[in-house]
Structure formats: C-alpha cells, structure tokens
C-alpha cells in the first residue's frame, strides 16, 4: 500500500479514497519502488526531498515530514 502518511482511518475505511493496482503498473509509474519490494512485511519508507528512500523505523521521520 501507498500513503502519503497523513491518512486516518476514517479516510482509510472510506473504499472510495483507495483503488487497486497491478503492482507493475505502480513500478512503472516510478521505478525507484523496485528496490523496496523485497523490504519485509510492515516497512515504511518515506521519500526525502532528494527524492530518494529511507526507511521510517519509528515514524519519526514522517512526522517530521507531515509537521504533526
């Protein structure tokens, strides 16, 4: 799945803020994913501003990024 990171689960339930995808279709949108596919269950990356992933171990990072 595909957050921005500032999602919360009443926006989640609502089945009309999701769509499904082939994963490839994704990948090829955005290449860079394609390393992340073997990260284990339960990763969360989040994309810095050089555009390149890193791994949110706690979600530090992404609250940092989303200003909560």
């Known amino acids: 799945m595909f957050f ?11 089945a009309d803020n999701t769509s499904v995808y082939h994963l490839n279709t994704i990948a090829n949108y955005d ?7 073997n990260a284990l269950f339960g990763a969360v990356f989040i994309r810095g501003e050089d555009r390149s992933f890193m791994e949110d171990h706690n979600g530090e990072k992404i ?4 200003r909560f």
């Open 63 to 66: 609250k940092r990024y989303l």
């Open 4 to 14: 921005l990171g500032g999602e919360d689960d009443e926006y989640c339930d609502n």
């Open 31 to 37: 290449q860079d994913i394609i390393p992340l596919l």
